[in-house]
Structures are given as structure tokens and as C-alpha cells.
């Protein structure tokens, strides 16, 4: 009995912790210290990615599909400020990375993978794959997550 009970309990862990689903709230982002980049835009990718492992060199994790994009916010005083969003995760996409692209102009920016391949999700059909600077931020920086006060960051 009392391994049936186990068994019963790790099976309701893992049923909830491995297929999430639903709207998650995401407070709003103000990234700040972007003085050199003045006059430029700044869009946030929210992120379904894991961790880049052995297979390439850098820190860059693995995107493996968009969930939401926000629309390009220009820098303004250094800082760009990122509205609220609510990111809808399903299955096995949840909301574990925030990529920050600065780019040139008010243009739709496309991520793509260290390898070259462009990852499913929002905003991904077409556009401009080039951008003057992106940095990934996990989503334990921009916790509490849902709330009302804007995150800030700084790259």
C-alpha cells in the first residue's frame, strides 16, 4: 500500500510539472544602460530554450520556439521600457528565456539558432535576422513574474 501510494504521488508530480499549460502574465521590462545605443530599437522574445550543453561553445541556449514577441520599442534616454505580455504555454514550451535584441531600425527581427535554423513561433515567417547586439536573460531575473512592478535590466 504504502508503494502504491508512492507510485501514485510521483505520477500527479510528474503529470503536473511536465506539460504545462496556459496564459503566464509577464510583468513589464525596463531595460536600462543603453546610452551607446541611442535612437535604436529594442525588442524582447520570450523564449521556449534549454541550456546550449557541450555541442557549442558559448552560453547561448538552444531556442527551440518563440511563444511571444514584443514589438519594437525605441531606446530613449538609454532605456527602453517593454510592456506587460502574456505568453501562452502549451505541452513542453514553457517560458524559460528572454532574448533582448537591439536592432537598427523598426523592422521585424527574426531570431535564428547557432547552427542557422530559425525556430517556430510568433513573428518567425519572415524578416531581418541581423541586429546590432542580443543578450538572454533566464527567467528567474525577471521574477516575481506576473508581478505589477517592471523588471529591470541591464545588459
Do not use: W
Amino acid at each position: 500500500m504504502k508503494k502504491l501510494s508512492l507510485l501514485l504521488s510521483l505520477l500527479a508530480l510528474l503529470a503536473t510539472s511536465a506539460f504545462a499549460g496556459g496564459p503566464v502574465n509577464v510583468r513589464g521590462i525596463n531595460v536600462t544602460n543603453l546610452g551607446s545605443y541611442e535612437g535604436k530599437y529594442v525588442t524582447a522574445f520570450y523564449l521556449s530554450a534549454r541550456a546550449s550543453g557541450f555541442s557549442y561553445g558559448n552560453n547561448s541556449p538552444r531556442i527551440n520556439r518563440v511563444l511571444e514577441k514584443s514589438a519594437p520599442v525605441k531606446i530613449v534616454n538609454g532605456k527602453a521600457s517593454v510592456p506587460r505580455v502574456t505568453v501562452i504555454e502549451s505541452g513542453f514550451s514553457v517560458f524559460n528565456y528572454l532574448k533582448i535584441v537591439v536592432h537598427n531600425s523598426n523592422t521585424n527581427i527574426v531570431l535564428k539558432n547557432i547552427d542557422g535554423t530559425t525556430p517556430p513561433g510568433k513573428g518567425q515567417n519572415s524578416g531581418d535576422s541581423r541586429y546590432v547586439r542580443g543578450f538572454y536573460v533566464a527567467k528567474q531575473k525577471v521574477s516575481p513574474i506576473s508581478s505589477p512592478a517592471p523588471a529591470t535590466i541591464k545588459p
